[in-house]
């Protein structure tokens, strides 16, 4: 029987394992703690959350809700678990952390598939089916090994993310759409600053409460480099009150339609998705802390009612530059059957990551049975999320976590408050339809060549 090595017992890796197991195929999952620890675990179990206990909303007209009930129409295997951990926390599915570990752990030991190898993986494997779900937290040898694989500059140690913004929460008559120079489509929009709204948003930045690095993000040198090409806004306006203004808040060659002239200042929000439905905040990576962020950037002209997919942060974080790397079905480009899944592929948040392992698994599965992956429809969240992260046209990816933003315009269209309910009742409808319609599973697959005994 086959056996396939899958990298990393975290929430993906976990779940890529278990749905490995339970389509028949021997499984050697790997995880380097306790022999190797990281700054950020403190326990030897599987999937073991290292921010927060909750996994999001319960309810289903929310992204979290509508995530877990497609990842219940898929069979995942660590939802339940979760559902039977959970602790009390409103509207919240939330879980007993060290209870959710340990029973993850239990089911995986307890799997007749399934070997739980403790121990570090130096090396991405030659050949042969492979799933690697190794975190953020990639350890040195593998992380160059896998830099091997995919190319010096397509895997990143440290995040810079910028706020990204729902295109439909911004107030078009003061935003406007334009190129700089008038050149080429308007594919940017621009928030547009007059002299006194610019003194006011600079000194409300400085002002602002921000997050401390944690103690191994300061300390790891590539930090220094990896901050100084990416600065923090905050960072570049205490270097001198205008220069915002020569930086990410250049405004020359952007006429404001208002008065025909160039604002003070600019900033420039780019497409995040082929939708158009999201829009990155160009250059306005930051370490705000979320509240004193939210509030910051909804003072602005036109960003009154913002709404935010995901808001700005900087943080230790390895992850593939994965459009130009991985397919929607999170398949190496250039070598079947090498699959990838959790945070390395820029999925975040704990349901997207274990949705991710599901997605990974499955389609490994159709490898080793003689079929072909199939991608989820873009209807769903998590489909969404994995057409994103294959397809996303930005120059410099960033990560994601599901979020309605991601997913087509409903047809027709819905008042605002009609929406939610709408995204979840088609999301469920075509995840049903998909599973539905998959092609019934095939018999354990003929003994074949060991690929995970020589780890």
């Known amino acids: 029987m086959e056996t396939v090595p899958v990298i990393g017992a975290g929430l993906a890796g976990s779940e890529a394992a278990l749905q490995l197991a339970e389509a028949g195929f021997r499984v050697v999952l790997h995880e380097m703690r306790p022999i190797v620890p990281t700054a950020a675990h403190e326990t030897e179990n599987a999937a073991e959350l290292v921010c927060s206990n909750s996994m999001g909303s319960n309810l289903p007209d929310r992204p979290a809700g509508v995530l877990q009930e497609e990842l219940r129409i898929l069979n995942c295997q660590l939802l339940p678990i979760a559902h039977a951990n959970s602790v009390p926390a409103g509207a919240a599915l939330a879980v007993d952390r060290d209870a959710f570990g340990k029973a993850v752990t239990a089911a995986l030991e307890a799997h007749p598939n399934i070997e739980l190898r403790r121990g570090e993986v130096l090396e991405v494997p030659e050949s042969g089916p492979c799933i690697i779900a190794s975190g953020p937290l990639t350890s040195e040898s593998l992380a160059a090994s896998i830099q091997r694989l995919t190319g010096e500059e397509h895997l990143a140690f440290f995040d810079a993310i910028a706020p990204v913004v729902l295109a439909d929460s911004v107030d078009r008559s003061i935003v406007f759409e334009a190129e700089r120079w008038g050149n080429g489509d308007p594919d940017y929009l621009n928030i547009p600053l007059n002299k006194e709204e610019y003194k006011a948003f600079v000194d409300a930045l400085l002002a602002a409460e921000k997050h401390e690095l944690k103690g191994f993000e300061a300390e790891d040198p590539r930090a220094k480099q990896f901050f100084e090409r990416c600065l923090p ?78 808001l700005g942060s900087m943080h230790r974080n390895t992850f593939l530059d994965s459009p130009k790397l991985l397919t929607v079905n999170l398949e190496f480009r250039e070598r079947e059957g090498l699959f990838f899944a959790g945070q390395i592929t820029g999925m975040e948040g704990y349901l997207g990551n274990i949705g991710s392992g599901l997605v990974a698994g499955r389609n490994l599965v159709r490898r080793l049975q003689g079929k072909l992956p199939e991608p989820l429809p873009r209807e769903t969240l998590l489909g969404a999320l994995t057409h994103h992260i294959s397809e996303a046209p930005i120059k410099d990816f960033q990560p994601m976590k599901a979020h309605f933003g991601l997913l087509p315009p409903l047809v027709p269209p819905r008042k605002k408050d009609e929406r939610r309910p709408a995204y979840a009742a088609r999301s469920a409808a075509r995840m049903e339809e998909f599973r539905h319609n998959q092609t019934p599973e095939m018999a354990t697959p003929a003994p074949s060549r060991d690929h995970a005994d020589h780890l």
Do not use: C, H
Request: no cysteine; charged share 25%.
């Open 233 to 310: 806004i905050e960072i570049i306006a205490a270097r001198g009150f205008e220069s915002l203004r020569f930086g990410p808040m250049r405004p020359v060659g952007l006429d404001d339609p208002r008065t025909g002239r160039w604002p003070r200042a600019v900033i420039q929000l780019r497409r995040e998705n082929t939708l158009g439905t999201l829009y990155n905040m160009v250059g306005f990576q930051t370490n705000l802390k979320y509240g004193a962020q939210e509030a910051l950037l909804r003072s602005l002209p036109g960003m009154q009612n913002a709404e935010f997919a995901r």
